[in-house]
């Protein structure tokens, strides 16, 4: 039997995660940038950079998740956090820009143990909670991009190396607190033999679309996770090429936003999902952020981005609403699996992200001053959003009985 506090023990260690990862979004630009001899380079290289980090997620989300389904949850959350801990040192010391690629293609592979904690929520969640489950995981991560990107920004203002030593010291304390507290979940493995096919990320997604009636809701979790990609994997170089924000500026504008994607998930989510269904929940959340990214594209002055990026975590109701069906959908012992399709679909939005992102950077570094093209990249967006929102027409409203 699991022990009652399993589900705040996992948490802690998702938040201790996500804090150490926080801590370098502000500054990895500005140290690619260090060592890159044009801002062309310094584009490409951070474009690359993120683009490696999300195909490996994409690869090794449902290996890690299968594995998981098999020999448990907590052995593979451990390896992965003591993983992270030892990539985060390589960009501290190396000066080799092909070096931090090698840490961050690592980096990806262990940082696909979210989708273990995510399947540890739902083993020790009932089927009804599940939405407010993840949505806690969403809440968590916010509190830590509150403080990891501030803290990040502060630490790295002369010196953008700090920001990874003591990430890596977070994840090393994170798996020292998993190693001594952290309780298995699992209590029926899975005994399906762990083959390549099986593995194989593309396989996993199909085989999760062949789940009756989730082909629409897979539809709109990736135009929805892509359009959510390109705003995150774009700030940082946007921000500094259209407005000439420094990483304190940007490291606190990413404080705001995570303190919205903490309320949104924490104290918003649950009070909706009490009066509004989950076409309900995710419709709102495809409008707020359509109007949202749709503003940040067209604000001319950097002030005006603020209240549209602390608005953009409202989009973060899509998300919970469509991981508590699946999960709803999916047997216990491939809780697992099924949660590595859903974050091997999200990680590939993330890794081609930066290939779409990083042409449209380019259009908004050489038009900084055109009202409309300095905007590409939340333009791009905003048009993934109006498909997401005509994809929902195709969703029989059977499908979501009210709270």
């Not at 099986?198 to 009756?212: E, H, M």
């Not at 959510?228 to 490291?251: D, H, K």
Request: net charge positive.
């Amino acid at each position: 039997m699991i022990k009652k506090p399993a589900i705040r023990f996992v948490l802690a260690c998702v938040f201790l995660d996500a804090l150490g990862i926080g801590l370098i979004v502000p500054v990895l630009p500005r140290l690619i940038g260090t060592l890159a001899e044009t801002r062309d380079l310094q584009t490409s290289w951070y474009g690359l950079i993120m683009v490696s980090y999300g195909l490996m997620q994409f690869f090794f989300a449902p290996l890690l998740g299968a594995i998981s389904d098999r020999i448990g949850r907590r052995p593979v959350l451990l390896t992965g956090i003591f993983g992270l801990s030892l990539m985060m040192l390589v960009p501290a010391f190396s000066q080799s820009l092909a070096m931090i690629l090698g840490s961050r293609i690592v980096g990806g592979m262990m940082s696909s143990n979210i989708v273990v904690a995510q399947a540890y929520i739902a083993d020790v969640t009932p089927e009804t909670q599940r939405i407010n489950s993840f949505g806690k995981i969403g809440a968590i991560f916010g509190i830590a991009f509150v403080l990891g990107p501030a803290i990040g920004g502060i630490l790295g203002h002369n010196d953008p190396t700090i920001p990874f030593l003591v990430a890596s010291c977070i994840c090393a304390l994170n798996f020292l607190y998993g190693l001594f507290i952290l309780p298995e979940s699992l209590v029926h493995h899975d005994q399906t033999p762990l083959t390549i096919r099986r593995l194989n990320p593309l396989s996993a997604i199909a085989s999760l679309g062949k789940i009756d009636g989730l082909r629409p809701y897979l539809l709109i979790i990736t135009l929805f996770t892509l359009a959510q990609s390109l705003m995150q994997c774009t700030w940082a170089l946007y921000t500094e090429y259209r407005y000439t924000w420094t990483p304190l500026g940007i490291g606190l504008s990413i404080f705001a936003l995570g303190l919205s994607i903490s309320l949104t998930q924490g104290v918003l989510l649950p009070k909706l999902s009490n009066r509004f269904n989950a076409k309900q929940l995710i419709l709102i959340g495809l409008w707020v952020g359509l109007i949202s990214l749709t503003a940040i594209g067209l604000a001319p002055v950097g002030w005006l981005t603020l209240p549209f990026i602390c608005s953009c975590a409202i989009m973060g109701l899509v998300a919970p609403a469509i991981q508590g069906l699946i999960s709803r959908r999916s047997a216990a012992s491939h809780q697992g699996i099924n949660m590595g399709a859903v974050s091997s679909l999200n990680s590939f939005m993330s890794a081609i992200s930066p290939l779409i992102g990083t042409p449209l950077l380019i259009v908004t570094s050489a038009n900084t001053t055109n009202f409309l093209l300095a905007g590409t990249p939340y333009l791009v967006a905003a048009s993934l959003l109006i498909i997401a929102l005509l994809a929902t027409t195709f969703i029989p409203n059977e499908d979501y009985p009210h709270p």
